[in-house]
């Protein structure tokens, strides 16, 4: 796993950078890691956002960000506690909803918002945090379900009207960076046919990497990428 001060490195020689986004698993494991990512990119101008599943999103790491150019975004499916059992796998409902509350009360509204899985077992419950983030003023944004890539157990819909709509969006604009330190332009980019390879690995020349004959070519196939995963928030 790469150390925090080399991703930093890495993102700081990117030029353009506007977004450095921290998804998982659950990124706040690694509080400490994180933080040291904040911190390293303090005096530039990229957002860092974060996307949890709340449970250690704790009142002590909420304060390190107040005033930060960070935004959380909470992963919330259901207000049902009994429905959270199902979709977390824990009862970890009452600790999740007190850990929002506080970082409500500690944080801009433009540093948090509610992103939820919407899946058709889901959907009702979707729907209801929708009405409750409406209620608090707070931004809610759907993520559809998809299972390439995810390995899960829920039944996505049907959206074939996405799926064979334009170009991946994503190609030439985003990367990836796994925890072994991989490159990649995105997290589906190895399910592409030879495309396999990463672009490079984290303490490589960013420049280097992405002018590559390699790198382009896996661009090219992605313009023309028709996976299901363009119906998700990278393609927007």
């Known amino acids: 796993m790469p150390t925090a001060e080399a991703v930093v490195a890495f993102a700081r020689a990117l030029p353009g950078l506007k977004e450095l986004c921290l998804v998982g698993g659950e990124p706040l494991l690694h509080g400490e890691r994180v933080l040291a990512l904040i911190n390293g990119l ?51 409902f009452g600790r999740v909803m007190a850990n929002f509350e506080q970082a409500r ?47 899960g157990s829920w039944t996505p819909f049907e959206r074939p009207h996405l799926a064979a709509s334009g170009r991946c969006m994503a190609a030439g604009r ?20 030879d495309c396999e390879a990463p672009l490079g690995r984290i303490g490589e020349a960013p420049s280097a990497m992405l002018h590559s004959a390699y790198a382009q070519a896996v661009i090219e196939r992605m313009k023309a990428c028709d996976r299901p995963c363009k119906v998700l928030k990278c393609n927007t």
Do not use: K
């Not at 729907?127 to 931004?139: D, K, T």
């Not at 985003?174 to 046919?193: E, H, R």
């Open 174 to 193: 985003n990367l990836s960076i796994m925890p072994d330190g991989a490159v990649f332009t995105c997290f589906q980019q190895p399910l592409i046919p």
């Open 42 to 92: 303090a005096d530039t101008a990229v957002r860092t956002i974060i996307i949890t599943n709340g449970t250690a999103c704790t009142p002590r790491f909420v304060e390190h960000l107040r005033g930060r150019n960070v935004h959380l975004v909470f992963s919330i499916d259901t207000l049902d506690p009994d429905f959270w059992q199902f979709v977390r796998g824990r009862p970890s």
């Open 105 to 151: 009360q500690v944080l801009a509204p433009d540093q948090i918002s509610v992103q939820s899985v919407l899946a058709v077992e889901t959907a009702e419950h979707v729907a209801a945090v929708g009405e409750w983030c409406r209620s608090l003023g707070i931004y809610h944004s759907i993520q559809d379900y998809i299972h390439q890539g995810f390995n």
